[in-house]
């Protein structure tokens, strides 16, 4: 079992920043696939972006490639979730979620352990 646990949100005004963290109880994140997602008000579960078990792919949804990046620190066990010029329709309840590396393409929702969700809220 891995727990998960998302940190950093808040609210924002629009053009800003804010890092979201995802603090993670394994000591092998090395060998864990990482998936960021979100769920706005009234909306379905959406992908944001995704890194790969070895950190050399990662995935970003078209409505945030350019503006966001993710990051792992295997030695802290952490991932990251950087959010640059953000926009009002990026308010939402930021996911972390973890499954081990696997067949299954980054964007695939089948992940396996998910964190509680932190409130990202971007005024305009």
């Known amino acids: 079992q891995v727990q998960l646990v998302e940190s950093g949100g808040g609210l924002v005004q629009a053009g800003g920043s804010l890092r979201i963290s995802c603090a993670t109880s394994?000591?092998?994140?090395?060998?864990?696939?990482m998936g960021w997602f979100r769920q706005a008000p009234g909306k379905e579960r959406e992908v944001v972006g995704a890194?790969?078990?070895?950190?050399?792919?990662?995935y970003y949804a078209d409505s945030v490639k350019g503006r966001f990046t993710i990051s792992k620190d295997n030695a802290k066990n952490t991932v990251y979730l950087q959010m640059n010029s953000l926009k009002p329709e990026d308010t939402a309840v930021y996911y972390c979620?973890?499954?081990?590396?696997?067949?299954?393409?980054?964007?695939?929702?089948?992940?396996?352990?998910w964190g509680q969700g932190t409130q990202v809220t971007v005024s305009s």
């Open positions: 394994t000591r092998t994140l090395s060998t864990y696939n």
């Open positions: 979620a973890a499954r081990r590396s696997s067949p299954l393409p980054l964007t695939d929702p089948r992940y396996v352990y």
């Open positions: 890194i790969k078990w070895d950190g050399l792919s990662t």
